[in-house]
């Protein structure tokens, strides 16, 4: 009968390795080797692992490397020297480590591409005598290692798809077995993984770089004189244009998935094959869905597949394999209610936004939508509110602009700017130098890229005015923008945002551009009225001349 250790104690010896040695090693798999064992009720009692700046098939003495060690009294690590160098180093901890385990110090090994015959041959000659579980990856390593007489566990083996935390998880739960065979399987921790999942604004945010990219593609495609040259791709355009919106999902999946996953490639694989094969119209809804299960699957179920004895690559390959096919089945079943959802959301804006047949009731609830927008960013809701309404409304097909992208442009770019330009160029000694610089750089920033809308908040406070008036434009934006059904995007610079704005039913193939008059109106007031104001306010405390 095994006897069961209360408190095992693990050391960890290797090196970077050769031809995939850089993937899943050095200061990551540390962490996560150390991280998994303590969820499984084991310590980290000891390092010694060399990382060379080359894969180490291909290094030379001449080749720089770093030594990671501790016997104890803490993580240290070495100059960068020559391979020789940091060899002899490596070679004084393992001396120490041999004796350790062969007092009987140690309960486990865990080796990376390790050197049986070399650097480490103290501490597995002393494992082999002792019989001490010794569980890696390093095809090679291992083989000497079986040669030498140690007692490796199933679960070593290669390490090609494998990833730090994948890596710590079949290490770790190979020696749980071994240790304590009566040890409840932690993973990767439930709370954990799905407290990871509980922001997914923080997914829409990571993906709007996509989206935007395909907005400001799709409309100028849309241009009659683009569609003229004879040199562009047909079936390229075609691929871009109206319904086919799951190049969107996929993307927001891969996002999800490297975000989410702790076990990437693992998590990326089966998270974006799963939104590739379940999402065909694009919800959003439906790839975050699909991702979520993923990961978990991933992260939860390799535990226990690495626990049956499977070493790093197969078990890696059941897991993603299992993975993707339920996720798969996750996303087909949440396309329709998850199209349903977001379609609701857009025609929620559509309808009791920019719906009605009156202008006033029309521009009643533009202005609301106008100051919520405002006040929201400035009580911090601009991420979990704003934006993620911007991207449903951007689902609805690759290019599809916003209402609620006018919105964010006009009144959180443009009063930004406004309140900025005012504290940049106006004359006299109402601002200092420090509030110059910085309406220098918001204006700068608001203006030509649409984005750092942060940089007017000391105005914002400082002259409590400019705040109210900034509420009042963004109302009176708000009701431009819903009479005009205009839709664009912030993250431009503003002559693009408003050249690729479509406002009511205009097209792009139109002679003029007085269609797009409510924008600029509305940009026009953004960007005047908190200038007046920031101009002409009084400020709280006299400004600092210091500064």
Same mark, same amino acid.
């Given at each position: 009968m095994k006897s069961v250790v209360e408190r095992p104690r693990i050391l960890l010896v290797g090196s970077s390795g050769g031809g995939c040695g850089h993937v899943g090693t050095g200061d990551e798999l540390i962490d996560a080797v150390r991280r998994q064992l303590t969820r499984r009720g084991m310590d980290l009692v000891g390092i010694q692992f060399v990382k060379c700046a080359v894969g180490l098939d291909t290094a030379s003495s001449l080749n720089t490397a770093t030594v990671v060690v501790d016997t104890g009294g803490g993580v240290t690590l070495s100059p960068a020297s020559v391979l020789p160098v940091a060899n002899r180093i490596?070679?004084?901890?393992?001396?120490?480590?041999?004796?350790?385990?062969?007092?009987?110090?140690?309960?486990?090994?865990?080796?990376? &591409?390790?050197?049986?015959?070399?650097?480490?041959?103290?501490?597995?000659?002393?494992?082999?005598?002792?019989?001490?579980?010794?569980?890696?990856?390093? +095809?090679? &390593?291992?083989?000497?290692?079986?040669?030498?007489?140690?007692?490796?566990?199933?679960?070593?083996?290669?390490?090609?798809?494998?990833?730090?935390?994948?890596?710590?998880?079949?290490?770790?739960?190979?020696?749980?077995?071994?240790?304590?065979?009566?040890?409840?399987?932690?993973?990767? +921790?439930? &709370?954990?993984?799905?407290?990871?999942?509980?922001?997914?604004? &923080?997914?829409?945010?990571?993906?709007?770089?996509?989206?935007l990219t395909l907005a400001v593609v799709q409309q100028c495609l849309d241009l009659q004189w683009v569609q003229n040259i004879s040199i562009l791709p047909v079936d390229g355009v075609e691929r871009l244009s109206a319904h086919d919106s799951g190049i969107t999902a996929l993307a927001l999946g891969a996002v999800a998935a490297t975000v989410w996953g702790k076990c990437a490639p693992l998590d990326v694989l089966a998270g974006t094959a799963a939104v590739a094969a379940g999402v065909s119209n694009g919800s959003i809804i439906a790839a975050l869905a699909a991702v979520a299960v993923s990961t978990l699957l991933v992260q939860l179920v390799l535990a226990r597949v690495a626990h049956a004895g499977l070493p790093s690559t197969p078990a890696s390959i059941i897991v993603c394999s299992i993975a993707m096919v339920v996720a798969t089945l996750v996303a087909s079943m949440m396309q329709g209610p998850g199209l349903a959802l977001?379609?609701?959301?857009?025609?929620? *804006?559509?309808?009791?936004?920019? +719906?009605?047949?009156?202008?006033?009731?029309?521009?009643?609830? +533009?202005?609301?939508a106008g100051v919520l927008t405002f006040v929201g960013a400035c009580r911090g809701l601009y991420h979990r509110v704003v934006l993620p309404?911007?991207? *449903?409304?951007?689902?609805?097909?690759?290019?599809?602009?916003?209402?609620?992208?006018?919105?964010? %442009?006009?009144?959180?770019?443009?009063?930004?700017?406004?309140?900025?330009?005012?504290?940049?160029?106006?004359?006299?000694?109402?601002?200092?130098?420090?509030?110059?610089? %910085?309406?220098?750089?918001?204006?700068?920033?608001?203006?030509?890229?649409?984005?750092?809308?942060?940089?007017?908040?000391p105005f914002l406070v400082d002259r409590p005015s400019v705040w109210w008036v900034s509420t009042a434009s963004s109302a009176l934006a708000g009701a431009i923008l819903a009479n005009g059904q205009c839709r664009s995007t912030a993250y431009l610079p503003l002559p693009l945002a408003v050249a690729l704005s479509e406002c009511g039913g205009m097209s792009h193939d139109r002679e003029d551009d007085w269609g797009r008059a409510p924008l600029v109106v509305a940009v026009a007031v953004c960007i005047s009225f908190p200038f007046l104001a920031t101009a002409f306010g009084t400020p709280t405390q006299p400004p600092d001349r210091t500064s």
């Open positions: 490596a070679a004084a901890t393992d001396v120490t480590f041999g004796k350790a385990v062969a007092a009987r110090r140690v309960d486990g090994i865990i080796v990376v &591409s390790c050197a049986p015959h070399g650097v480490n041959r103290e501490v597995l000659r002393a494992a082999a005598e002792v019989g001490v579980p010794v569980v890696g990856t390093g +095809g090679a &390593s291992i083989a000497q290692l079986c040669v030498l007489g140690c007692r490796v566990l199933p679960s070593s083996g290669g390490s090609v798809a494998t990833a730090p935390e994948a890596k710590a998880i079949v290490f770790s739960s190979a020696l749980a077995g071994a240790l304590r065979p009566r040890h409840v399987e932690a993973g990767l +921790g439930l &709370s954990e993984v799905i407290g990871a999942m509980a922001a997914p604004h &923080s997914i829409l945010a990571s993906a709007l770089p996509i989206f977001t379609a609701a959301i857009r025609s929620g *804006i559509t309808d009791y936004i920019l +719906g009605w047949e009156s202008p006033l009731v029309r521009a009643l609830f +533009g202005a609301l309404l911007v991207i *449903i409304e951007m689902e609805v097909r690759p290019g599809a602009l916003a209402f609620f992208g006018a919105l964010d %442009l006009c009144c959180l770019c443009m009063t930004s700017a406004g309140v900025c330009l005012a504290a940049w160029i106006t004359p006299g000694s109402s601002f200092s130098a420090g509030n110059r610089r %910085l309406g220098k750089f918001g204006a700068l920033q608001t203006l030509c890229v649409g984005d750092f809308i942060e940089s007017a908040e």
